[in-house]
């Protein structure tokens, strides 16, 4: 192991084995983890707010709980690879037929099937400015071309996307809401646009809609009947809080799951995963408590932030994006009162930070840490 090389061939010539386009590829900036925020300060990890990667901060529902120990036992088998529990739990709540499911480990593994089953040299995805990273690197990673879209109010402008259009472009990826400026376009433009583009696959990313208020909400699950060409993906990573299991879905035309399958890899979700978030399908008092509670936190936080002067960005996810400035140096301020939140300078927003709504606790600990450290 870890013999040296011969000294013909350097490591740098071994990488450039690796496609250009690959190389090109800057890595995706994760939220810090408590556990090495807690080490650089020296403090207990329980005392650190992480505020940074939208996950859910009131843990998990209780039957999902429940079905994870039950689980525990089975772990020496592999799991179904076709996920036949789940995919029938979400045929049933959604009115889609299981062939029309595909199952990733969490929805970015869906997004990737989508690039892996659509994108290549020669070909281009569409998606706008401020909106989720995994777009362009799936695009990237797959040698196409992406056309990122300039933004309207910090959100999609469906008009100019579906203008950028190239003859080359087989995806469009739309989140909605956005990850990280909380944006939402309504969803009679979202079908105007889904129509307006029959010939390219329009990947709906909604890992917020459980967080949409009632009166916004559509069956996206039903569209997917109607249009041929729509990709809706979802997860259990955000209001089911089981961001650290990694499952999501997408639901498409019988025909595009099925290329969408073919490039998956057999067990892409794995046996606990699958078992929980079939379970967290039945917590529906689980979800309502989560939405219930974001709607209060997000009004709080705002509240918060508009009597410390400052302006955000109205969010219909469970984060909020605050314009503070300079934003590297307050986020760093806050890291030393022990709040973890989210810059976006990589997103084209070097003024903002990204705040995931916490607990009533957590959402005050971070506005007292933010009014000390714009004090500073
Ligand atoms: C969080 C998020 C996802 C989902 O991530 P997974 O944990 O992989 O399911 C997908 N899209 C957007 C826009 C997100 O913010």
Same mark, same amino acid.
């Given at each position: 192991?870890?013999?040296?090389?011969?000294?013909?061939?350097?490591?740098?010539?071994?990488?450039?084995?690796?496609?250009?386009?690959? +190389?090109?590829?800057?890595? =995706?900036?994760?939220?810090? @983890?408590?556990?090495?925020?807690?080490?650089?300060?020296? /403090?207990?990890?329980?005392? /650190?707010?992480?505020?940074?990667?939208?996950?859910?901060?009131?843990?998990?529902?209780?039957?999902?709980?429940?079905?994870?120990?039950? #689980?525990?036992?089975?772990?020496?088998?592999?799991?179904?690879?076709?996920?036949?529990?789940?995919?029938? *739990?979400?045929?049933? +709540? =959604?009115?889609?037929?299981?062939?029309? /499911?595909?199952?990733?480990?969490?929805?970015?593994?869906?997004?990737?099937?989508?690039?892996?089953?659509?994108?290549?040299?020669?070909?281009?995805?569409?998606?706008?400015?401020?909106?989720? #990273?995994?777009?362009?690197?799936?695009?990237?990673?797959?040698?196409? %071309?992406?056309?990122?879209?300039?933004?309207?109010?910090?959100? !999609?402008?469906?008009?100019?996307? *579906?203008?950028?259009?190239? &003859?080359?472009?087989?995806?469009?990826?739309?989140?909605?809401?956005?990850?990280?400026?909380?944006?939402?376009?309504? =969803?009679?433009?979202?079908?105007?646009?889904?129509?307006?583009?029959?010939?390219?696959?329009?990947?709906?990313?909604?890992?917020?809609?459980?967080?949409?208020?009632?009166?916004?909400?559509?069956?996206?699950?039903?569209?997917?009947?109607?249009?041929?060409?729509?990709?809706?993906?979802?997860?259990?990573?955000?209001?089911?809080?089981?961001?650290?299991? %990694?499952?999501?879905? #997408?639901? *498409?035309?019988?025909?595009?799951?099925?290329?969408?399958?073919?490039?998956?890899?057999?067990?892409?979700?794995?046996?606990?995963?699958?078992?929980?978030?079939?379970?967290?399908?039945?917590?529906?008092?689980?979800?309502?408590?989560? =939405? *219930?509670?974001? %709607?209060?936190?997000?009004?709080?936080?705002?509240? &918060?932030?508009?009597?410390?002067?400052?302006?955000?960005?109205?969010?219909?996810?469970?984060? /909020?994006?605050?314009?503070?400035?300079?934003?590297?140096?307050?986020?760093? +301020?806050?890291?030393?009162?022990?709040?973890?939140?989210?810059?976006?300078?990589?997103?084209?927003?070097?003024? !903002?930070?990204?705040?995931?709504?916490?607990? @009533?606790?957590?959402?005050?600990?971070?506005?007292?840490?933010?009014?000390?450290?714009?004090?500073?």
């Amino acid at each position: 192991m870890n013999a040296p090389l011969p000294k013909s061939v350097s490591t740098k010539d071994l990488c450039e084995l690796s496609p250009d386009w690959v +190389r090109a590829i800057a890595p =995706y900036q994760p939220g810090k @983890p408590t556990s090495e925020l807690a080490r650089e300060l020296g /403090i207990e990890e329980k005392s /650190i707010v992480k505020l940074a990667s939208n996950e859910n901060p009131h843990g998990i529902g209780p039957r999902t709980r429940a079905a994870i120990e039950a #689980a525990l036992g089975d772990l020496a088998r592999y799991p179904d690879g076709n996920g036949f529990e789940l995919k029938n *739990a979400l045929s049933r +709540r =959604y009115g889609v037929g299981m062939e029309s /499911i595909v199952l990733g480990n969490g929805s970015n593994d869906v997004l990737e099937l989508v690039a892996l089953a659509f994108l290549g040299v020669g070909s281009s995805a569409v998606y706008s400015q401020h909106s989720f #990273a995994v777009y362009p690197l799936a695009t990237q990673a797959r040698g196409a %071309r992406g056309i990122s879209v300039p933004a309207k109010s910090y959100g !999609h402008d469906l008009e100019a996307m *579906a203008a950028a259009v190239a &003859g080359d472009t087989r995806v469009v990826f739309i989140a909605n809401p956005n990850n990280p400026t909380g944006t939402f376009v309504p =969803y009679d433009h979202i079908s105007a646009f889904i129509k307006a583009v029959p010939g390219c696959i329009v990947v709906l990313d909604e890992a917020y809609n459980e967080y949409l208020p009632p009166e916004l909400r559509v069956d996206t699950a039903k569209w997917v009947k109607r249009h041929a060409n729509l990709v809706v993906t979802r997860t259990f990573s955000k209001a089911y809080g089981l961001a650290g299991l %990694r499952v999501g879905y #997408a639901m *498409a035309n019988p025909a595009v799951a099925d290329l969408m399958n073919r490039v998956r890899q057999p067990f892409n979700v794995n046996s606990i995963a699958l078992t929980a978030a079939t379970a967290a399908l039945d917590d529906m008092e689980f979800v309502a408590r989560s =939405y *219930a509670e974001n %709607r209060a936190g997000m009004k709080r936080i705002e509240e &918060g932030v508009t009597s410390l002067g400052l302006e955000y960005i109205p969010s219909f996810g469970n984060f /909020i994006a605050v314009r503070v400035g300079k934003a590297n140096e307050v986020f760093k +301020r806050l890291l030393k009162r022990g709040v973890i939140v989210r810059p976006v300078t990589g997103y084209e927003l070097p003024e !903002h930070l990204r705040v995931s709504i916490g607990t @009533p606790e957590e959402n005050e600990r971070f506005l007292t840490a933010l009014a000390a450290s714009l004090r500073e």
